[in-house]
């Protein structure tokens, strides 16, 4: 079992003495922006939880917290002032955002030396070229090479499918994979929603990642014996009240049934307490990097 949560500390470890040795030399920690449009509930959960880890590795964090009804232009010269900001390393615009605010043009305004997020099309190229060589990954599909790497999961020459091809994860981590270079070098297919035989494509996978945003999508017929499982999905099904502080929490499930799964993959990631921790500890390596890119 892959726990990202464990891996996370370690990370976040080495982000705390970044952040010190970043005082020292600069006289400031490194500092980041999270801007939220809207109360969207699963989005101020993630929020909240970047917000926390940031305080708690001693970045300056500073909190956007705008009404759904913004316009588009309020929206982006908030960006642009962050842009400006010396103070400021990491400008993050947490997605989805509401349906009058063209989501293209506002990534297109964060400065690509603080997208943290690597949204912007100049990231995205940079990754597309150079791979894990690129100044900033997108921290999902970081998270998902950091958990492959210091998992000893053997990826060079590896048959991977990748189920789903959002932005932000799918074609991210495909092209990752796909680079030449020890870390990578693998044999990369995606599969999607137009997809003929996903399960036949599946059960072939010595690597199989899943972000496709269907609870139980993976059934353990489409595992492999001894694949490595990494479970991106973060379904909300259900809620429960918490027994010791009387607040609701969510149920979480995964794309991968994962109990069933856990019989027959080599390694497998948890929800929760898998991808998602890894994806806000590379937000916080982002940052760092994103200061010291500007300092350099
Ligand atoms: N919405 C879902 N995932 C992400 C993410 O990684 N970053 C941002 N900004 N929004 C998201």
Redesign the pocket.
Known sequence: IIRGTDLREALLDEVAVDVLRMKEQYGRPPGLVTILVGENPASLS?VSLKIKTAHRVGFKEVQENLPENISENELLECIKKYNNDETIDGI?????LPGHINEGKVIETIDPVKDV?AFHPVNVGRLMQEGAAAPFL???PAGIMEMLIRSEVPVAGAEVVVVGRSN?VGKPIANLLLQKGAAANATVTVVHTGTRNIAEHCLRADILIVAAGVPNLVRPEWIKAGACVIDVGVNRVGESVSAVTGKKIALLRGDVDYDAALEVAGWITPVPGGVGPM?IAMLMKNTVKAMKLRRT
Request: glycine share 0%.
């Open positions: 993630y993050l615009v947490q997605l989805p997020d997108p921290c999902t932000i994806t």
